[in-house]
């Protein structure tokens, strides 16, 4: 179709083949000569006619991003579509129409069913925020714009664009559309959104060179969504809605799956497994009791009862509740977390990918490098006392030369503020700022004639007043201001002849470091001027150069080496040219032995960049569809991947990522909306300490998960236990250890108050001197699985002993002689279990640490915790009402010692545990070493 112009021509050819140069169709936009890509659109000066446009519009459709989104109620049902949700609704509705049959399984139901809808709501929510992606991009659309239609300047609503337009643009205007630009005046853009870059671009109107230029460089080109700061210009429109760039972007965030995160996959086949046993162990258990005799309600209830004491129904509660406390506590340290998992995602992370500018550099132009008088000297910066060195501090007061470098470039600006606020043009601003550390200061200093600098010239000049003198000050290219010259300092304050190629080779050695160099002359004069022209400008005096780059910020350099302490692969992905990318990354420590640029790139098919990101770790010029890619690969390869960002065209790799990580002060609301947490400070630091936080969350789930299971599995071990003995033992016949209420009782209000306080604990010391764990790694491990056996035995035992031991006397002959003695002994049994409880938790605050090794009054949480569940207990044994729902009743005080004895099989067990576990770890430990002994 003539009046469309494909996406695919805006960047080149989709496989990055170079195309006929001799076929102008085959050309991207910004490398076909303007007229021609005019006449291609059948436009002209004159705009398009009403009618034209009109059908244009019926055929390319509004100027606008529009996608289906989804509808609330399908997203809220989709949360039910869970293993662990599944199963808890059906022990809902079980337990519900027991009740209704007359069982004393109200409360189950309660709390099952109110589980399930709290969790529900809660991933509602978080998967709502998802959509808010899209919702910004559209919110980036301008409303209106100005054009030529039938020959006249109109205003019309920027949606009924289409290719072939032309549009007038201004200062202050939003671009409306992909656009190439026919007529420019001083016309500069801020592509910032789009590119992440944010000195604004100055636009031309010729035909540039190249099949794969990523935006950032298509000069020529204006990007819908992108501001106009400067100047006016014209320019066609090529590209509308969804054939927009932003458009492509918004297409890739769309399309982005939401991937579950490393955790998410993790509890997902957690649960299933937990499911499968528990429901293998209840099947087992009413067949066990069918086969013994027992009538089917008997053993029905049993079967029921175990699962709902094996089904830890708080934890998702827990899991949601550590996440959201590690999400505090990482918004005190600068990182917002915006979906729950990402609060852990980040403890098991591999490779960071971040933006340089802002992130990993201070997001400022900062002379670090001067030449002057012969002499080298380097630049601290702010902060320092003594910002000059060469072999040692130097007050520029006592170099001369040095002082009339800084002077020039302090004079030769237009930047204007003081020390920590001078504004203005970046470059100038670092001149400023540098002159300002040594001690330049403009008062008594009256500009009278200004040469602005020019990109075809590639100078400034300026004609001032100083102290009754007149001086011209330059600064420019070093191969344009060396023209100008014809002496130098020689270092002393005394002029020598010039010597072109020792400063070209000094300049040559700065640009190697990729500093970005300019050179600097003056003159003083013996007669008086009022204007200043080109002719004027030779004959001067080279006062030197000065080199500087967006430093990297001393924080990330340090970040970037405890990453690399923690196993964390560091990544730069950035706008800016190869050179000053590798530049900045061996200053931060990262591998810059090779950098590839986003053409290269595009040459690769998915195998060669699987290999690629394994070995690469700087990538510059890159396009949104490139940064996407590497973090697609490095998924693909196992990794977990981070992915910093701050502009639109960030947005779909920071979706493509494990966990996407958004700036809070340069980052646009698309960039956000599409992450999983966005940093306030956009310090590549925070994330280093965010990573530390969710390897403490990791590690505080690990001891919420083996703590619950285990606890868990003693009260289906109890009710197990019950109905296998039932046959020789009557007692068991008559009634389980533990009613079904108070096991609820202990499956809630104990987990609640006894597992909380673990997320409370200390980080323990080191979390960042190892790697990450492995993104495959399983939850159900052969840890899990001896605790669980062990501590299950070592809780249940108690009560199984406290329950026989105090109500055997209650049978008589198998019958059930004295049923409030029976009740005393489950409510004995009831507190045997807290207190077995109490003795596995002191000493699960540490995973693999005797409770030996630390205070036991360092987590006041956790003493509350127990003294409050100590409290509460009281209630149901104490008052009527209460003992009359959970079936207690008040004991004598003589039993009191031995439920206390309960605290120890749990605690000897979980400690003899550990014990042989760090034997077992010690041996391995000292093979290891003496193979590597034997190995040197």
């Known amino acids: 179709m003539p009046d469309q112009v494909s996406i695919i021509s805006i960047h080149g050819s989709a496989s990055g083949a170079v195309a006929d140069p001799s076929d102008e169709s085959a050309l991207p936009v910004y ?377 020039t470039g302090f004079f030769c600006n237009n930047a204007s503020g003081g020390a920590g606020a001078v504004t203005g043009d970046p470059t100038e601003v670092a001149l400023r700022v540098s002159g300002l550390l040594g001690g330049v200061r403009g008062d008594g200093v009256r500009r009278i004639a200004e040469i602005p600098f020019d990109s075809a010239t590639k100078y400034m000049a300026v004609l001032v007043e100083r102290e009754g003198e007149q001086r011209i000050y330059v600064k420019g290219a070093p191969e344009v201001v060396l023209g100008m010259c014809s002496e130098e300092d020689n270092g002393a304050g005394h002029a020598q002849p010039l010597e072109h190629d020792r400063i070209l080779a000094q300049a040559a050695h700065f640009g190697d470091d990729a500093l970005r160099t300019l050179a600097f002359a003056f003159q003083r004069l013996d007669e008086p001027r009022t204007e200043l022209t080109e002719a004027e400008l030779h004959g001067l005096r080279f006062a030197g150069l000065q080199g500087m780059i967006d430093p990297p910020k001393p924080s990330a350099i340090e970040a970037v080496a405890a990453c690399r302490r923690a196993g964390i692969r560091t990544v730069m992905i950035t706008g800016d040219h190869p050179g000053t990318a590798r530049a900045v990354a061996r200053q931060l420590g990262i591998d810059a032995d090779e950098a590839l640029t986003g053409a290269d790139l595009s040459k690769l098919d998915e195998a060669a960049l699987r290999q690629t990101v394994e070995r690469v770790s700087v990538y510059a010029r890159v396009a949104p569809e490139h940064k996407k890619a590497i973090a697609e690969a490095l998924r693909e390869n196992g990794h977990v991947v981070a992915m910093t960002g701050d502009g639109v065209n960030d947005a779909p790799a920071l979706k493509a990522a494990d966990i996407g990580v958004a700036m809070g002060r340069a980052g646009t609301e698309v960039a956000k909306e599409a992450s999983d947490m966005v940093l306030e400070d956009d310090d590549f630091a925070t994330i280093v300490a965010a990573v530390e936080e969710g390897r403490h969350a990791w590690n505080n789930l690990q001891k919420a998960i083996l703590y619950t299971l285990p606890t868990n599995a003693a009260q289906a071990l109890l009710i197990m236990g019950a109905i296998i003995m039932a046959a020789t033992m009557p007692i068991f016949a008559t009634r389980f250890v533990l009613e079904p209420v108070q096991i609820l009782w202990v499956n809630l209000l104990d987990s609640v108050l006894l597992t909380m306080p673990l997320m409370m604990e200390r980080k323990e010391q080191g979390l960042l001197d190892v790697p990450p764990r492995p993104a495959r790694s399983r939850i159900i491990n052969r840890l899990f699985i001896q605790r669980v056996v062990i501590i299950g035995a070592a809780i249940c035992a108690p009560g199984f002993f406290l329950y026989l031991h105090f109500g055997g006397a209650a ?24 207190i077995a409880h109490f003795g596995y938790l002191v000493s699960a605050r540490s995973i693999h640490r005797s409770a030996f090794s630390f205070s036991p009054f360092s987590n006041r949480w956790l003493l509350a915790g127990m003294a409050i569940s100590i409290g509460i207990r009281f209630i149901p044994t104490l008052v009527p009402e209460a003992a009359a729902l959970f079936r207690t009743a008040e004991f004598p005080l003589e039993w009191w010692p031995l439920i206390l004895l309960s605290f120890f099989p749990s605690f000897i067990a979980i400690e003899i545990d550990k014990l042989l576990r760090r034997g077992s770890r010690g041996r391995v430990a000292a093979g290891s070493e003496e193979l590597a002994r034997e190995a040197a």
């Open 31 to 407: 490398a076909r000569r303007v007229d021609d890509l005019v006449a291609e659109l059948r436009t002209g000066d004159a705009g398009l006619t009403s009618s034209d446009a009109e059908r244009r519009l019926a055929e390319t459709g509004p100027n606008e991003i529009v996608f289906k989104k989804t509808p609330a109620w399908v997203r809220f049902l989709r949360q039910f579509n869970d293993p662990m949700v599944i199963i808890l609704l059906i022990t809902g509705v079980v337990t519900g129409v027991l009740t209704a049959l007359g069982s004393h399984m109200l409360p189950d139901t309660i709390v099952i069913l109110g589980v399930v809808l709290l969790n529900s709501i809660l991933g509602f929510v978080q998967e709502g925020k998802a959509e808010g992606a899209l919702d910004a991009l559209r919110s980036m659309m301008v409303q209106e714009c100005m054009v030529i239609r039938d020959g006249r300047e109109v205003r019309i609503p920027a949606r009924d664009l289409v290719p072939g337009d032309v549009v007038l643009l201004e200062s202050g205007d939003k671009i409306p559309a992909d656009v190439r630009f026919m007529q420019v005046n001083n016309l500069h853009v801020d592509e910032s959104s789009l590119t992440g870059e944010s000195i604004p671009v100055r636009k031309v109107t010729e035909a540039l060179e190249g099949t794969d230029l990523v935006p950032g460089d298509q000069r020529n080109t204006g990007f819908s969504g992108t501001f106009v700061t400067q100047g006016t210009g014209r320019a066609v429109v090529f590209a509308t809605g969804r054939g927009t760039v932003f458009g492509q972007i918004a297409d890739m965030v769309n399309e982005a799956a939401v991937e579950s995160t490393p955790l998410e996959r993790q509890m997902k086949t957690f649960v299933g497994s937990l499911i499968v046993a528990i429901l293998i162990v209840g099947s087992f258990n009413f067949l066990y009791g069918l086969y013994l005799g027992y009538e089917m309600s008997y053993s029905f209830l049993g079967g029921v009862s175990l699962v709902v004491a094996a089904i830890p129904e708080m934890l998702p509660a827990l899991v949601t509740s550590i996440l959201a406390l590690s999400g505090v506590v990482m918004a005190r340290r600068k990182a917002l977390i915006r979906r729950l998992p990402a609060a852990e995602t980040l403890g098991a992370t591999s490779v960071i990918c971040s933006d340089k500018t802002g992130t990993l550099t201070e997001n400022r132009m900062t002379v670090t490098r001067v030449y002057a008088g012969c002499v080298l000297y380097e630049v601290e910066g702010e902060g320092s006392e003594v910002p000059f060195r060469h072999h040692g501090p130097v007050d520029p007061a006592t170099q001369p030369a040095l002082r009339d470098l800084l002077e």
């Open 811 to 834: 049978m008589s002959q198998g019958q059930l002689v004295d049923p409030l003695l029976l009740t005393q002994a489950q409510t004995a049994a009831f507190w045997g279990i807290l």
